[in-house]
């Protein structure tokens, strides 16, 4: 006869087992030494690495010349120019290749997002990048490096639109802008690094050595999209979610079953019945490349028919319109205007000082007033507006020092704008959509903004004939940017940041379904055996 104070023993101990699996299990999910801080870290080095690539194929030292001869005296043709003995046209082409890459792989990395974990994503761009710019170095005619380039964009685009969601999800809800804007000071630190750094390794090695080193840097943080436990984005829930669930329901079935062994062969009937009958059907490709069209276009019409997004986006396109032909004209009209012979490091330091004291100071500031949509549009149209009012007075003056220091204000506030926009990018919309909103403004304001603007500046110049005059109507853009922002201001602007999503509704629905069923199973067990009193409690 069994002894029933020893099943009851047994069965707690069951019990116990089962809890500490599943904490074991739940904690190995975890990460360990995963902080928002040291995310932050992360992500800024790439963001940094990344633009010291923008910057040093633009460098003298990787780009090159072609062999000049003048007196009798003869030049080597140095860099990518010099050595495939490229025309300016295919010079200018490959500065801009990425783009070509970026607009094509940008969507997807963002709708993947809702079904693949995006740190995994950003593992695999940043293993094309790294393959990519190590192809560069290995390059042999001017197609190949054209082609790499365009990788480099695609690797791009993965990180581009899922660092910045991210970051947002980790930082202290009093900092969010501040953080953001250390992320976005990048990218200005970034090419100005790139510039130093390609013209050292560039004359004193070769270009090729300055692709390989970036692939040096950039490989470590490629296989750590591999390895890392990432934090969950908001708005997602992926496999970890499910499996959780999964091992939940094993623990609570198994405890069910060494309760009582008489219910064991039922139990064990009962769970071939359902994975017979619950098994769901693997998708075809074809159904699941149809369901991936089929979200991304609704998330598309979403995101189009977001007054708020849209009205953002058209100002920080307009806004990088100028921002573009700045860093792309701004040292040769220098030049040409105030006739200054090291135009290069002039422009190139301005950008790197007023670029991080600037954006850093816009995310503090708009952190400080209150992080809220309204207060960003207010804090866009005033610093744009004040940014350009003293940019085009700097233009209006002869005198070179006070050209210099109305510009470096100008440009100080010009660069406040970076965190407060990319946070209303994140915040307008649903929590689920804010990788394909960060894709798409990255694709507007590039195909919109700085691509066109740069052969726009050149055709007025050749037209007018007069560098002042250029760079005053080139800065005139900047006050429809304002005006832009500025209606914002009047909008009806929700901060979406806490608002439920539909992946998240739909796995709160497969939670509520399952979980009553497993209480139901308990109740039933526990009223059945009336005099094994157990409580599951502990599991669940």
């Known amino acids: 006869m069994a002894n029933p104070q020893h099943e009851e023993e047994e069965s707690k101990s069951v019990v116990s087992i089962a809890s500490t699996s599943l904490r074991k299990s739940r904690k190995s999910k975890r990460p360990s030494w995963f902080t928002p801080k040291r995310l932050l870290l992360i992500f800024c080095v790439i963001n940094l690495v990344n633009y010291v690539d923008r910057g040093a194929i633009s460098s003298n030292g990787v780009n090159g010349n072609l062999p000049i001869c003048r007196n009798g005296k003869c030049k080597p043709a140095t860099g990518i120019q010099g050595h495939f003995l490229l025309n300016n046209f295919s010079v200018g082409c490959l500065s801009s290749a990425f783009m070509v890459g970026l607009l094509v792989a940008s969507p997807i990395f963002a709708a993947l997002a809702k079904s693949v974990n995006p740190f995994k994503l950003i593992g695999v761009g940043l293993s094309i990048w790294t393959f990519a710019v190590t192809g560069c170095g290995f390059s042999f005619n001017f197609l190949s490096i054209l082609i790499c380039r365009m990788l480099v ?15 947002d999800d980790n930082a202290p809800a009093a900092q969010k802008t501040l953080w953001l804007s250390t992320f976005y000071m990048c990218i200005p630190s970034g090419y100005a690094l790139g510039y130093v750094y390609g013209g050292l390794v560039g004359t004193t090695l070769s270009w090729r050595a300055a692709f390989w080193g970036e692939g040096i840097l950039m490989l470590p943080f490629a296989i750590l999209g591999f390895v890392m436990k990432p934090l969950r984005m908001k708005g997602f829930k992926h496999d970890e979610s499910i499996e959780a669930l999964t091992v939940q329901e094993t623990a609570v079935s ?4 060494a309760l009582d062994p008489k219910d064991r062969a039922v139990s064990m009937k009962e769970d071939v019945t359902n994975s017979t009958i619950h098994r769901p059907s693997k998708p075809k490709i074809a159904t699941k490349i149809k369901n991936h069209l089929s979200r991304f276009m609704k998330d598309m019409k979403d995101l189009l028919v977001d007054k708020v997004y849209v009205v953002n986006v058209l100002g920080y396109v307009a806004y990088n319109f100028v921002i573009g032909s700045y860093s792309y004209w701004g040292p040769k009209a220098g030049y040409n205007i105030y006739h200054m ?4 490091m002039i422009f190139g330091g301005i950008t790197i000082v007023c670029g991080i ?4 100071a816009g995310g503090f500031l708009l952190d400080f007033m209150s992080n809220t949509m309204s207060n960003a ?3 866009l149209s005033t610093a744009t507006l004040f940014g350009a009012i003293l ?5 209006c003056l002869k005198n070179m020092y006070g050209f210099l220091a109305l510009f470096a204000v100008g440009q100080l506030l010009l660069f406040a704008t970076q965190g407060p926009v990319n946070f209303v990018c994140l915040h307008c919309v649903k929590p689920s959509l804010r990788p394909l909103s960060m894709a798409i403004s990255t694709v507007a304001i590039h195909i919109f903004g700085d691509v066109p603007s740069s052969p726009l500046v050149g055709v007025v110049q050749d037209h007018i004939q007069n560098w002042r005059s250029t760079a005053l109507i080139l800065t005139s853009v900047l006050i429809p940017a304002a005006a832009i922002w500025f209606t914002a201001i009047f909008m009806d602007s929700v901060d979406r940041y806490d608002e439920e999503s539909d992946d998240e509704e739909s796995d709160d629905e497969i939670e509520t379904t399952e979980m009553p069923s497993l209480e139901e199973k308990k109740t039933e067990k526990t009223t059945e055996s ?7 409690s502990t599991v669940v």
């Open 153 to 167: 964009g695609v690797g791009e685009a993965s990180f581009i639109s899922l660092a910045a969601p991210f970051i």
């Open 254 to 257: 198994e405890v069910q079953g």
């Open 341 to 344: 012979t090291n135009a290069d």
């Open 357 to 360: 004291v600037g954006t850093l």
């Open 377 to 379: 549009f207010k804090l």
């Open 391 to 395: 940019c085009f007075g700097a233009f």
């Open 530 to 536: 009336a005099a094994q009193p157990v409580t599951y």
